[in-house]
């Protein structure tokens, strides 16, 4: 079983729709976890920390269960700059601080 | 520019030949990882410094596959006798050293062997 999973999508929503990804997570001593974006052919990109209490940052909500050990992102009013894929971040700190990534949700917003 | 950067952005090399990547991490940043991706796949984690310490190396990486981060600032990931099955992006990304930190990534480079 991978650490970190993800559903590849890819998820295909029209121009304001909202729209929400889940990730899973195995290892329960998981400290801290992210949602990252990437564009094609680019490098990851932070897009938000998940706090436990769950977090907000204009049209993006994060949220973090640790008893079911999921993380999820909801996007709202999707737009089509929105268009990416969006992966999942959790730190193991066995030690030492390894992020551990999943495949990554790809998403496309269609006009 | 103070971002992560990653020297060559693109290398194509022959299977056998031998290949360095360098990468040029903030230069706050203490923590330095390199990892491996491949198309429609997340980021796979190769090697981590702390400084010059090369703290953890995965299980998953062959011994043709080496890194150095011999001053504690940049860091060099080299590939021996390269194989069509290494072809990838390298992407090296920095931290600082809190518990929590966010992980900044280079550009990436890609990587095929032919």
């Known amino acids: 079983r991978k650490e970190v999973e993800q559903d590849p999508g890819p998820f295909n929503v029209p121009e304001g729709a909202t729209v929400a990804f889940n990730c899973t997570y195995s290892n329960s001593a998981s400290q801290s976890f992210f949602w990252y974006r990437q564009d094609c052919r680019k490098e990851p990109k932070l897009l938000m920390s998940v706090y436990s209490s769950g977090n907000e940052d204009g049209r993006f909500t994060a949220q973090l269960n640790r008893a079911s050990q999921y993380i999820s992102l909801l996007i709202r009013d999707s737009k089509l700059s929105d268009s990416a894929t969006y992966l999942c971040?959790?730190?193991?700190?066995?030690?030492?601080?390894?992020?551990?990534f999943g495949t990554g949700t790809r998403l496309k917003v269609l006009a | 520019d103070t971002g992560v950067s990653q020297d060559p952005r693109h290398k194509i090399t022959k299977r056998g030949q031998n290949v360095t990547f360098r990468c040029d991490p903030i230069s706050e940043h203490n923590r330095l990882y390199w990892y491996r991706q491949t198309l429609g796949q997340g980021p796979e984690f190769l090697t981590y410094f702390q400084n010059e310490a090369q703290l953890e190396k995965s299980r998953l990486l062959s011994d043709r596959f080496s890194a150095e981060r011999p001053k504690g600032s940049f860091s060099t990931l080299e590939i021996q006798r390269t194989e069509q099955g290494d072809s990838a992006m390298y992407l090296c990304?920095?931290?600082?050293?809190?518990?929590?930190?966010?992980?900044?990534f280079g550009s990436g480079t890609q990587l095929s062997v032919l």
């Open positions: 971040v959790v730190i193991t700190t066995s030690g030492t601080y390894k992020y551990i």
């Open positions: 990304a920095s931290s600082s050293s809190g518990p929590y930190e966010k992980l900044f």
